[in-house]
């Protein structure tokens, strides 16, 4: 069955570089984790993050002109880049402290933050936590306001954080991967099993050697310069390392 669910995993990834999707997802599971990571160290993903069926909102800036910093940055007069406020003083953050933390706009005005968001922060404050989610808060992006956007207050309990796996929330965890591009093309093209659920493929020490030498073993073809065998998620330095001196077929 985990050869099924990888192959799933295999042609969504290249249907979602061939769309050019900056963000997708598949099922968690340790053996999809273990390969992510992998894909991730060898630069296929720019990230690899555990969620619920939303992405996480780690995965976005916090606001729209940090989505285009260079252009954002070109677009702005002098005086008003030094004027910039940090990218962490926005007024959903200063609303997020009020509520979780106690801040009061006094203490936020003595950090530093802009007036126009201290007074914003403070009119929904107010407002109680229920309301927020369901009822949203207008968030201004590209110099538009759009009513209503939900906000998701962090959790006090640890247990109900995205990132947490429970029984209760192991089937509705996702691995959310961001996907990387150069110059217009996907760095990940194409996915596919040598191994497949219909067909699997044992190789010896010897013929695992030869495939990771870039050379023909059997029914695997040879592995050209931009493709990347990945025989186990697991014993992926095994692999590379330890076949030539190993007598185990895998």
């Not at 555990?50 to 954002?72: C, E, H, K, M, Y």
């Not at 309301?131 to 962090?154: D, K, N, R, V, Y």
Request: hydrophobic share 35%; charged share 20%; aromatic share 4%.
């Amino acid at each position: 069955m985990s050869l099924v669910n990888l192959s799933h995993v295999c042609s969504h990834l290249q249907n979602a570089s061939l769309a050019r999707l900056g963000l997708t997802s598949i099922p968690y599971t340790r053996l999809h984790l273990s390969l992510c990571l992998l894909l991730q160290k060898q630069g296929f993903f720019s990230s690899v993050k555990l969620a619920g069926p939303t992405p996480p909102l780690s995965s976005f800036p916090p606001n729209a002109d940090l989505a285009l910093p260079q252009i954002s940055k070109h677009r702005q007069p002098p005086i008003a880049r030094r004027r910039t406020k940090p990218e962490d003083q926005t007024r959903e953050t200063a609303l997020v402290r009020m509520l979780t933390e106690g801040a009061t706009p006094e203490l936020l005005t003595e950090e530093g933050w802009v007036d126009e968001d201290v007074t914003w922060a403070s009119l929904h404050a107010a407002r109680s936590p229920q309301s927020l989610e369901e009822e949203g808060i207008p968030l201004t992006a590209m110099g538009l306001e759009i009513p209503s956007q939900p906000l998701s207050l962090p959790p006090s309990n640890p247990s109900d954080l995205e990132s947490t796996v429970t029984q209760s929330n192991r089937a509705s965890r996702r691995l959310w991967l961001g996907l990387k591009y150069w110059e217009g093309l996907p760095v990940l093209r194409k996915a596919s099993m040598m191994s497949k659920p219909t067909k699997r493929i044992w190789l010896n020490s010897r013929e695992i050697g030869e495939v990771v030498r870039g050379r023909r073993a059997g029914e695997v073809k040879d592995a050209s310069v931009q493709e990347k065998p990945e025989f186990d998620a697991h014993a992926a330095n095994l692999v590379s390392k330890l076949c030539n001196r190993t007598s185990t077929a895998g």
